[in-house]
């Protein structure tokens, strides 16, 4: 004699994105901390020191702000106009910032007043950075030039004619004090050497860098201008390797994880996305309210920090171990361990001749009536499940041939559950195929009831609202789907299909 | 059976071996011993080790009942429609005596009141009845072979149905049943009581009766699933009855306990229900027997009951309503709508079963293995109702991984089609469900092949459907989450024409699956259309790529009568014949390929090989009717014989199913019988209408005759 079969529960398929790796790191930040600046966030740069403060360049001012403050702890205003670029020196004591009325200023982090100005440059400044010898300043401006500045001395140690426009980033290498990249919108990248007055290495990007990166070890150079995010191999002398189109709008700015596994860009489309850099593959996306103009990663990725152009700065802290875990602390204190193992932990001896418990089987609520044909009931009680149970249950009175008697001789109260039930889950394309046919059976069964209970007779109105968006959102549907048939149709190439029709002739001939 | 040469068709089975009447009667002995009728021949089983002792052949045809001598508890008749009754001694398997009665018998009674004297069922030529109840006076003779003479009727008009008539008290009346009327005989009194059945309702037919053994009770089954109990019966009018309700459609079997305490009923459900007698409301269930009930036997000691059921099975079931055996030959389910398929690793052949389920039929042990359940429902028992059907299963080619297609048509526009992958499971050694896809395709999938390929590191299944696509699924790797599972690969399509077979070579590098008149040849590596072959006119109906060292060849046979055979290295027709082939298929283990040409109702069988269109082996009407479905099975020993017509069966050997039941047992009577059974037991009996027929060398036929 076999046991009953209880009813199959079908798995459908999850919707969404997959759990990997890295959606379970990317997505353990608390919910973002969000602080209104003055104007659009161009520039967030983290001192290399600890406790790691961080400088956002904001319209006319520089903001520091500490790991996990909400106010900035100290702030430079000492600009005429906007300000571009502040950056921290290597040792996290000196920070340099362009500004849009040509003149560089270089600030200590504990005072308020500019320690040097540096004239020279006749237009906007947009880009500044220390050499890794921390005594020599580079800056790149709009006026089509990159110049070497000394700090003791404030003078001007070297200027750079190669780009034909504007300069808007750069980066001056870690390891190499004589080394230094510029973007521009001319749409190259140069890499510059003050041993030699001029660029050594031109890489030709195809659109206005917005934004540069190094890697740490220095061999590789990243790039990123209108949608594309380029990468480049330096010890190739300006080899491309790989070309990104994942964003759809302007790349705006670029960041390395601290372990630099991973490469984050940001873009006007106000998506933050995360590649692999083994195979550069999006592993995963950040949506953000505006669009991003500036992105930085905590060291040891502690927090986001993305600078908007409404200025909103965002920032997402990571969670802390206990606090990934609080879900689990929440749920209801359970017996101890030793309950559970009491008496099963006995280890069977050599000899021992182990006989198997039998499993007993349980069956849930819903089968139990079924198996006793009680119908209704089983429709009742699988009402209470989880949508996926309840239209698997409808679905096996269907195929038992007593769906018809399982809705009919509800009064109000029943009904109204039903009908709830149905007008909740039946757009719902994995169940529509079961419901739309048992919402046909209820219409037939209680059409000669309609309009003696107010409370069915709204839920009947509203699912024929209902109906009516349904067709209405598949009709756009396929009106999409028929335009995009068009657009493959005249995009598959004519010459395959000629050849395939000659083949075709010549063995039918 | 039909001789040529050395080679014969052999019929098989499992338990009944000609699969039209199952376990006829099954009868218990000292509790030791079932015997049952199958085919042509009486089987005892062993009760509690399940195994055949004995077949006890002489019959020449069908067996229709068998019944224990009343007056020696070790000797049992049998009746056959061949006109003999015959008397055996079960325990040793040794016949005693037979009686040449003349008439074909369709059923037998006995009691111990009547020594002497056995009651049989024969037809009549009179037009008004077709049978009648004969009480036949055995000759007291010492001879093996006896002719009895002495003839006197009992009852005219009477059902063939064996269990429509029954003694009752000892032998004091006799009680049958037909249509809606019920007929009671008194020995003593020698008058009849003539009842009539309220005619109010069309359904309340007599199906079956039992007789109380103790009281004057008689208990009557009905179409509509009332169980009634007559009683008072002895005064013409003065008769009363009361209904006992609970099967829900007919019930095809009571049967009384022999004490008389209880009732025992069966009938399409597949329950059995014990009710207590004279405490009718106090019931108790065996529920989920797994097919129709067709007859229930108890053991003369009340110990052991024991039910018969219409998938070819025999339960037995201990008095506390508790299983403790099972008797289970091939499976008969209502059709076989997958291919005969054998699996590579237990070499068991493969094809449907219970409903919903695969069976695993060890050929060489002629025993059924397992059965897979494919559809994992709960099965309803009720007429009329769609079930879920495996119609579609396919092995790859070290049998780890099982492809089945279920599919459940309520109403023409919607058809629901499950695609299931079973992964082997070396642990629990069967198949264990990987991958559910639910509606793979859009319409009927025809055809389904895996890749054949043994050194290939990914296996490729290849489903072709009726909604003009094929697709190609991929077993797709691991991931951290989940194990590996089955996905889509490549849908294909040709010209918005709709596939009919399709079929892999042997090596797996070429997949050919035909649109119509049509042949395509793509590559599996890189889904890219080869060429196409096409040699008009017909629609292609079988596809089939040569073995071995003919693996160049690509046969097959179109709607039109034409067997051709294209060469893949020139793409070109090597060579076309005009045969009507209805179904073509090639032997793994050589590179002959067997063709079975439908001609005037009869099969004709041609084994060819694919390199030259001349025919190794031709066999002219094999069977009756089309051949539906045919393997090669491979053999355990291989055979040395160089004899050049059965060299093909040398390596293997070829199973096939028939569309009819073999001829021979086709006569008039039996085909009446059939009938008339149906009409009154409503839905117990099928008629299982693909019969087993095994095509081998002599050799095997000897080793089954010793």
């Known amino acids: ?509 | 059976m039909v001789e040529h040469g050395d080679i014969r068709v052999v019929h098989r089975g499992g338990i009944a071996r000609y699969c039209r009447f199952l376990c006829e009667r099954g009868i218990f002995c000292c509790c030791r011993f079932l015997l049952c009728g199958s085919g042509y021949e009486v089987k005892v089983f062993s009760t509690s080790t399940e195994e055949c002792i004995h077949d006890l052949r002489a019959h020449t045809d069908l067996v229709t009942g068998v019944l224990l001598r009343p007056s020696n508890h070790l000797q049992a008749y049998s009746c056959s429609t061949d006109g003999t009754v015959r008397l055996w001694d079960y325990t040793d398997g040794i016949l005693i005596k037979t009686y040449v009665i003349g008439y074909p018998i369709y059923s037998i009674y006995t009691s111990a009141n009547h020594s002497g004297v056995l009651f049989v069922v024969t037809p009549t030529s009179d037009k008004r009845s077709e049978f009648q109840l004969v009480a036949v006076h055995l000759p007291q003779s010492g001879d093996q072979l006896v002719e009895a003479r002495e003839f006197s009727a009992v009852l005219s008009d009477v059902s063939s149905n064996p269990a429509a008539t029954s003694f009752g008290r000892g032998g004091e009346y006799i009680a049958s049943a037909k249509g809606l009327q019920l007929e009671v005989y008194f020995f003593k009194k020698q008058k009849f009581f003539l009842k009539e059945d309220n005619k109010k309702g069309g359904k309340n037919t007599f199906t079956c009766l039992a007789c109380h053994p103790k009281d004057d009770c008689i208990a009557t089954g009905h179409e509509d699933g009332k169980i009634r109990l007559w009683r008072n019966f002895n005064h013409k009018k003065e008769y009363t009855y009361t209904t006992l309700h609970w099967h829900h459609s007919a019930v095809s079997s009571l049967c009384f306990t022999p004490e008389g305490t209880n009732l025992l009923s069966g009938g399409i459900e597949s329950v059995l229900v014990q009710w207590r007698y004279n405490q009718e409301s106090q019931r108790d269930f065996l529920p989920r027997l797994g097919a129709a009930i067709t007859h229930i036997a108890v053991s003369p000691d009340g110990a052991l009951f024991c039910t018969s059921h219409s998938d070819n099975k025999i339960t037995i079931i201990r008095s506390s309503i508790q299983v403790s055996a099972v008797i289970q030959g091939l499976v008969k389910g209502d059709s076989v709508r997958t291919d005969l398929m054998v699996d590579p690793r237990s070499k068991a052949l493969v094809l449907n079963g219970k409903p919903g389920h695969l069976q695993f039929y060890s050929l060489q042990r002629d025993k059924l293995l397992y059965n897979l359940d494919i559809v994992q429902q709960e099965y309803i028992h009720q007429s009329g109702l769609e079930q879920f059907e495996v119609v579609k299963a396919a092995f790859d080619a070290y049998g780890n991984w099982l492809a089945t297609v279920e599919e459940r048509k309520q109403k023409p526009t919607e058809l629901e089609l499950n695609l299931k992958l079973w992964a082997f499971d070396e642990q629990t050694q069967s198949f264990m469900l990987n991958t559910t896809i639910s509606a793979p395709h859009e319409a009927r999938i025809t055809a389904m092949c895996f890749c054949h390929s043994t050194d290939s590191q990914t296996t490729v299944l290849v489903s072709v459907s009726k909604d003009g696509h094929f697709k190609a699924w991929q077993l797709a790797p691991a991931t951290h989450t989940e194990g590996p599972s089955w996905s889509c690969d490549f849908v294909g399509a040709y010209h918005s024409l709709v596939p009919e077979c399709c079929c892999f070579s042997a090596d797996g590098s070429l997949l050919a699956v035909s649109f119509q008149e049509v042949v395509t040849v793509w590559s599996p590596a890189s889904w890219e259309l080869l060429t196409t072959l096409s040699q008009p006119p017909g629609a292609i109906r079988n596809l089939c790529f040569g073995q071995l060292t003919c693996s160049k060849y690509l046969l097959g046979t179109t709607d039109k009568n034409l067997l051709c055979c294209w060469n893949l290295l020139t793409c070109s027709l090597e060579w076309s014949t005009s045969m009507d082939v209805s179904l073509l298929l090639s032997d793994p283990f050589s590179e002959n390929m067997a063709a079975f040409c439908c001609q005037a109702g009869c099969t004709d069988l041609f084994v060819f090989k694919p390199s030259e269109p001349r025919p190794l082996f031709s066999h002219k009407a094999v069977c009756l009717g089309k051949v539906t479905r045919a393997v090669f099975a491979p053999r355990e020993k291989m055979l040395e014989s160089c004899e050049e017509t059965s060299q093909w069966l040398n390596h293997s050997q070829l199973y096939f199913v028939t569309q009819y039941m073999v001829n021979t047992q086709h006569n008039e009577a039996t085909w009446h019988y059939s009938r008339e059974a149906l009409k009154n037991m409503g839905l117990c009996i099928r008629i299982f209408t693909d019969t087993f027929l095994v095509y081998k060398s002599v050799y095997r036929l000897r080793w089954l005759m010793s």
């Open chain 1, 1 to 509: 004699m076999a046991s009953f079969k209880p009813t199959k529960i079908p798995i459908y398929p999850k919707l969404g994105e997959k759990v990997t790796q890295d959606t379970v790191y990317w997505k353990n930040y608390k919910a973002p901390v969000q602080i209104k600046e003055f104007g659009a966030v161009t520039n967030i740069h983290f001192s290399p020191v600890a406790p790691h403060n961080y400088a956002v360049t904001a319209f006319t001012r520089i903001h520091i702000y500490g790991p996990f403050s909400q106010e900035p702890v100290k702030s430079f205003t000492r600009f005429k106009d906007t300000a571009y670029c502040g950056r921290y020196r290597s040792d996290g004591q000196l920070l340099v910032a362009g500004c849009e009325d040509s003149v560089v200023r270089l600030f200590d982090v504990s005072g308020k007043v500019a320690l040097r100005m540096f004239k020279g440059h006749t237009k906007a400044v947009h880009v500044t950075d220390f050499t890794s010898e921390r005594y020599h300043i580079f800056t790149g401006s709009d006026d089509y030039t990159c110049r070497l500045w000394d700090i003791p001395n404030a003078t001007e140690l070297n200027t750079y004619q190669e780009h034909t426009d504007y300069i808007r980033c750069g980066v001056t290498s870690k390891l190499n004090r004589d080394l230094f990249i510029t973007g521009s919108y001319d749409h190259t990248l140069k890499l510059f050497d003050a041993r030699v007055d001029k660029s050594v290495i031109t890489m030709d990007h195809g659109q206005p860098v917005e934004s540069v990166l190094l890697y740490p070890s220095e061999g590789l150079v990243v790039s990123a201008g209108g949608r594309y995010v380029k990468v480049w191999d330096l010890l190739k002398g300006g080899q491309p390797l790989v070309s990104l189109k994942n964003h759809h709008k302007t790349v705006t700015s670029l960041c390395l994880s601290s372990n630099g596994q991973r490469l984050l860009s940001a873009s006007l489309d106000r998506h933050v996305k995360v590649y692999n850099t083994t195979n550069f593959r999006v592993v995963h996306n950040f949506d953000y309210a505006a669009s991003v103009l500036s992105l930085a990663l905590a060291p040891d990725d502690e927090s986001i920090i993305v600078g908007m152009t409404n200025g909103v700065l965002s920032i997402k802290h990571r969670k802390s171990p206990e606090e990934s875990k609080e879900v689990s602390h929440q749920q209801r204190r359970r017996p101890s361990y030793r309950v559970f193992v009491k008496g099963k932990n006995y280890m069977p001896k050599q000899d021992d001749y182990l006989v198997s418990k039998p499993v007993r089987e349980y069956l849930t609520k819903y089968d139990k009536h079924l198996k006793k044909f009680n119908i209704s009931k089983a429709l009742d009680s699988a009402l209470q499940r989880k949508p996926e149970v309840t239209v698997a249950v409808i679905k096996e009175l269907d195929r038992r041939g007593t769906l018809k008697n399982a809705l009919a001789g509800r009064d109000e109260k029943a009904l109204s559950e039903l009908l709830h039930f149905i007008t909740k889950n039946m757009v719902d394309f994995r169940f529509a195929p079961v419901l739309v046919p048992a919402a046909n059976m209820i219409l037939d069964i209680y059409r000669s009831v309609i309009g003696q209970s107010p409370v069915v007779d709204r839920q009947l109105l509203y699912l024929q609202d209902l109906l009516q968006k349904e067709i209405n959102y598949q009709q756009e549907l396929l009106d999409v789907l028929g335009m995009l048939d068009t657009l493959f149709a005249s995009s598959v190439p004519r010459k395959e299909l000629l050849c395939l029709e000659g083949m075709n002739n010549c063995t039918l001939g």
